[in-house]
C-alpha cells in the first residue's frame, strides 16, 4: 500500500529546494499528491464540528499551501533560469524536471526565442535602413553580400560571446546590502537569489561565503 502523503513531506521538498541550486529529484507525481492532500484537508475542515480539530485543520491547511506555493516559486525561479541558460549557449541540468514542468520550460524558450527575434527585427529596420525592394537591379548585389558577410557581424558575435563567457549563475545565500559593482551598475541581492554575475564580482562575494556558483 502507497504511503499516505503528508505535510512532513512538502516540508522534506521544499527544504532540499531551499538548499539546492538545481532541480532536486521529486515523485513524478509529486503535484497531484499534494494537491490531493489539500483537497482531503478542505473536506475535512468542512465536515468537522468541533472548533478545536477545525482550528488544527485549518493551521495545516494554511501552512501545506504556502509551502506547496514556496516549492513550486523555488522550482518556477530555476526553470526559468535554466531556459536563459539554454537560450544564451548553456547546458542546463533537466535530468529531474518533472513533465508539466519542462512544457514551462519549453515555453519559456520559445516565448524568448521569438521575442529576440522581433526586438533584433525591429532595432535592425530602426537604424534609419530601409527595406530594399528584390528588383532584378538589384538581386545580384544582394546575393554578393549574403555570400561575403560582414567582418563587423563576426566581431559581434565574439564579444557577445565572450560576455557570456565573463559571467557566472551564482546562488545568494546571505541579504546583502546595495553595492555598486566595477561596471557601475548598482546590485541589490537577497538570500536565496539566483542571479546572472560579472565574475570579477562573484569572486568577491565567494571569498565572504555569501554566494556559490550555480552555473
Known sequence: MEDEFTYRDLRTVHQMEKRMPNLTSIDKMFYRKAGSYISKLEESLENTESSRKRRIIEDELRSAKQTLNGIYELREKKIVLSALSKMRGGNPDLKYMLEEEREIFDEIIECLDQGRKKILLWQKTNEGKEKEEYTPENTESIKENLESPDDSAEVEIQE????????????????????????????????????????????????????????
Open 160 to 215: 557577445d560571446q565572450e560576455e557570456r563567457e565573463d559571467r557566472c549563475i551564482a546562488i545568494i545565500d546571505e541579504d546583502i546590502p546595495t553595492f555598486v559593482g566595477p561596471n557601475m551598475k548598482r546590485y541589490s541581492l537577497r538570500k536565496n537569489d539566483i542571479v546572472s554575475l560579472p565574475k570579477e564580482i562573484y569572486a568577491i562575494l565567494e571569498m565572504r561565503g555569501v554566494a556559490r556558483r550555480v552555473i
